[in-house]
Structure formats: C-alpha cells, structure tokens
C-alpha cells in the first residue's frame, strides 16, 4: 500500500507540472555545481602536474595520433575552425550578441553578465598563462601560438563565449528541434576548436583541458550569479522557496 501510496503521489506531482516547475531548476543547479566540481579538480590535477613541469603520457599519445592524420583537406579546416576561438572572431561574436540582447531581448542583465563573463575570462587567462608560463609545443603567430601555453586561450575562450550562448538559446528558443540543434552545433564547435589548437602544434591537449575546465568554472559562476540576481529582481524568491516547503499543499489543491 506504501508503494502505491508513493507512486500515486508522483502521478500527481508529473500531472500538476511540479517536478518540472519546481524541482527541475534546482536539480539543474545541482547539475551545474557537480560539473563545476569536477572541473576545479581536473585543472587542480592538471595545473599541478604543469607547476612540478611534469609531463603527461596522454599528451604526447594524443599529438601523435593527431599528426598521423596528416591530410590536406583536414589541415585546411583545422585553420578554419581555429579561428573560431580566436581573439578577433569571439570579439565579433560578442559584439553582435551584446547587440542581440539591447535591441531584440532587451535584457540589460544578460548584456551585464555576458560582458563580465567575457572579460573577466579573458582577465583570468591572462594571469593564469603568467603564473604558470609553460612553453608551447611550437611557436606559430599564424595562428595566434605566442606565448605561454597553460591554459589554453581559444579553450578558455570557447567555453564561456559559446557556453553562454548555448544558456541564451535554453532560455530564449522556444522551438525544441531548433535549439537543440543550436546547442550540439555549438558543443561541437567548442570541441572542435580544442581539437584543432594541439593538430597546429601550438597547444599540448592538457592545456585544452585545462582551458576547458577554467572555462567551464567560470561560465557557470556568471551565470549562477546572473540567475540569482533575476530571481531577486523579480521578488520570487521567497516565493519559490515558500512553495517548495508546501508541496504538499500544492499538491492537493492541484487535485480539487
């Protein structure tokens, strides 16, 4: 009877939307604290073993495969697809969303946190890359390879830039075959962009990961923070709070 009386309960609870409404938001924060654990330990890991100036095994096995790859046709759109971390076209880029967001969604909290986002990503790569100053594997100003190597730029860069235009689309696209296909396409980019700094030889595949992961922190820093202040802005959170504490309730005036 205690079963039946749990899976009646949850039938309620799917038919009166409350999972979705109420729980999902913070089974999503859940999520994105779990993936930001992870990561602050992968580059912890990772930005330890570069501090000692250790090398890592799957570095070296990775270039190598990568190289064997060696045709014309991938070399070409290598070069293509580098550019899309790069300095010039993440710029474009966010300045053609700032735009997006003033003129069409007219949300000055996005454009704040987007920008804080953006900048402070490339702020904090700044200091990281002086902090660690790990020699490249080549140096290749043709493609943005001067410098010092940990963590990558175009990695860190990608992360947060496309990163937050994937949240954008969650939020803002209503069609589903639509935004998902936006999404894939951008989770693919990123990889993509990764992928294509250690085929140029000018990034070790753990200064991707390493880019990935800082990225990956920071991207849902900014946007934990942006969610909180449009909650408090909008005075629902102790609303929500309140009616998390009442489910109960809820529940059964869903029912009569």
Known sequence: MESLSWRSKLVDWLRAGYIKEKWLPILLVLLGMGISLMAGVLFLEL?????????FLFDQVIIDFLHKQDYALIYSKMKVITEAGSVWFLTVVTIITVGVQWFKVK???NILFFIVAIGGGGILISVLKYVFQRPRPTLNPAYDGTGFSFPSGH???SMILYGFLIYFIARGVKLKL??????????VLILLIGISRVYLSVHFPSDILAGFAVGTIWL???IFALEFVKI???KNLKKHINSLLKNNKHIKDEKG
């Open 107 to 109: 949300d000055k909290w």
């Open 155 to 157: 990695a860190t860069g």
């Open 178 to 187: 639509s935004r998902y296909f936006a999404i894939i396409s951008l989770l």
């Open 232 to 234: 408090y802005k909008s």
């Open 47 to 55: 930005a330890e073993e570069v501090w000692e100036e250790e090398t």
């Open 220 to 222: 849902m820093f900014c």
